[in-house]
T-cell receptor, first 110, second 111 residues
Framework: NAGVTQTPKFQVLKTGQSMTLQCAQD?????MSWYRQDPGMGLRLIHYSVGAGITDQGEVPNGYNVSRSTTEDFPLRLLSAAPSQTSVYFCASSYFDTQYFGPGTRLTVL | GQSLEQPSEVTAVEGAIVQINCTYQTSGFYGLSWYQQHDGGAPTFLSY????GLEETGRFSSFLSRSDSYGYLLLQELQMKDSASYFCAVRDPSNTGKLIFGQGTTLQVKP
């Protein structure tokens, strides 16, 4: 089992560029989520999904889109990158109260 | 709504015992989880308490009191590698699988 994988590990964008952060899990979990974590801060929920075809907003969804076409994949799209989106992004999948996190993507927007 | 409170920082010396507290408010409660995050790493699951009492896993123990809406993580025989952030979490009452996390407690272990 690879668990939860994320690509890329590091990314630098210019303001206004768009990109997609990839996330995949091989544990057949229905629930998946995206968080951002700013330096010294906690986890803030961006979007989540309770199954293929079903997504919903978390507490900080502005500027991000998600889709869930399969159980395995849950990509996060940045529509028009802004410096305020510089952060570490974690994807996670859950089985009941146990959440499994990917290694994270460190994003810098210049 | 749901909220969790935990101290922002705790400092202890190597070999000592430290307790990280977490109080929660939620309209529907299933259990309390704990996660560890080392600097630069991803959070990893440590423990889960659904019932009152103490759960022990090696040097780490977790306690829950449902009547007090309170739990704690107990770390014994502290090692330098225990320096990390620790988050408590509860499941959102919508039961979708969404977790609500506390803001995290940074533990610094000193020699």
């Amino acid at each position: 089992n690879a668990g939860v994988t994320q690509t890329p590990k590091f990314q630098v964008l210019k303001t206004g560029q768009s990109m997609t952060l990839q996330c995949a899990q091989d544990m057949n979990h229905e629930y998946m989520s995206w968080y951002r974590q700013d330096p010294g801060m906690g986890l803030r929920l961006i979007h989540y999904s309770v199954g293929a075809g079903i997504t919903d907003q978390g507490e900080v969804p502005n500027g991000y889109n998600v889709s869930r076409s399969t159980t395995e994949d849950f990509p996060l799209r940045l529509l028009s990158a802004a410096p305020s989106q510089t952060s570490v992004y974690f994807c996670a999948s859950s089985y009941f109260d146990t959440q499994y996190f990917g290694p994270g993507t460190r994003l810098t927007v210049l | 709504g749901q909220s969790l409170e935990q101290p922002s920082e705790v400092t202890a010396v190597e070999g000592a015992i430290v307790q990280i507290n977490c109080t929660y408010q939620t309209s529907g409660f299933y259990g309390l989880s704990w996660y560890q995050q080392h600097d630069g790493g991803a959070p990893t699951f440590l423990s889960y308490n659904a019932l009152d009492g103490l759960e022990e896993t090696g040097r780490f123990s977790s306690f829950l009191s449902r009547s007090d809406s309170y739990g704690y993580l107990l770390l014994q025989e502290l090692q330098m590698k225990d320096s990390a952030s620790y988050f408590c979490a509860v499941r959102d009452p919508s039961n979708t699988g969404k977790l609500i996390f506390g803001q995290g407690t940074t533990l610094q272990v000193k020699p």
